[in-house]
């Protein structure tokens, strides 16, 4: 799989927009970019993909560049409840494997 | 439409003894992941299950862990032997059969304490 980099951790304050980048300069023409994230104690759960164009759900938008070689995941207000990990994973629909590989993922503390 | 269940949510084991966790995926999903989150760490994968077959069991620890999805029921990541470094959370996660992208929807965990 191609190998995604993450900043280890963010600050916002709540009710503010939040950016969290995601850099994948290696990214292969089939795979998706996916968002997800991990409360305290919580499994992982869902927020977004996509593959090219940008994409916006009630949870989240994803901006994706041009070259597709980064990408952000943009929480339009950030609430106490979104303090996560969030990772981005590369996902390759081409192969057999279907598994999502997590990597170390960014740390959001959202303050008061 | 349940999410993902997964019982128990915690499990106490001497070393030695057996554990058996339990994973029944969503409704419609005939593809299951095991993931293993030790303390202060990300989550690895262990294994990807279909129905009656493992698709890729790479993540798997060699010795003492086996996986099974079978035609009824629920999944089952068994531990035998259990040891002081096996303490984790175990999620299990399951997707649709259809080809294509999509999302994979996560079970709450089970977290696994040997004393």
């Known amino acids: 799989d191609a190998k995604t980099t993450q900043p280890n951790s963010m600050e916002s304050n709540e009710e503010e927009p939040v950016h969290l980048p995601c850099n994948h300069s290696?990214?292969?023409?089939?795979?998706?970019i996916h968002w997800y994230r991990q409360l305290p104690s919580q499994g992982p759960e869902y927020v977004i993909h996509?593959?090219?164009s940008n994409v916006n759900n009630r949870m989240a938008s994803l901006a994706i560049a041009e070259d597709r070689k980064s990408s952000t995941l943009i929480l339009h207000r950030a609430t106490l409840r979104d303090a996560a990990v969030y990772y981005c994973?590369?996902?390759?629909?081409?192969?057999?494997?279907?598994?999502?590989?997590f990597g170390s993922g960014t740390q959001l503390t959202v303050l008061p | 439409n349940a999410g993902v269940m997964q019982n128990p949510r915690h499990l106490v084991r001497r070393r030695g003894q057996e554990a058996r966790l339990r994973c029944s995926p969503m409704?419609?999903?005939?593809?299951v992941y095991w993931y293993r989150q030790l303390p202060e760490e990300g989550l690895k994968f262990m294994v990807y299950?279909?129905?009656?077959?493992?698709?890729?069991e790479s993540g798997m620890p060699k010795e003492r862990f086996s996986a099974e999805f079978p035609k009824e029921g629920p999944s089952i990541l068994r531990i035998q032997q259990v040891v002081r470094g096996d303490s984790a959370a175990y999620f299990c996660?399951?997707?649709?059969?259809?080809?294509?992208?999509?999302?994979?929807?996560f079970g709450q965990g089970t977290r696994l304490t040997v004393v």
């Open positions: 996660a399951s997707s649709p059969p259809r080809v294509g992208n999509t999302e994979a929807f």
């Open positions: 290696t990214i292969s023409g089939t795979d998706y």
């Open positions: 996509g593959l090219t």
């Open positions: 994973i590369l996902r390759d629909v081409s192969g057999s494997a279907r598994q999502l590989t």
């Open positions: 409704k419609g999903h005939s593809h």
């Open positions: 299950l279909q129905k009656e077959n493992i698709i890729d």
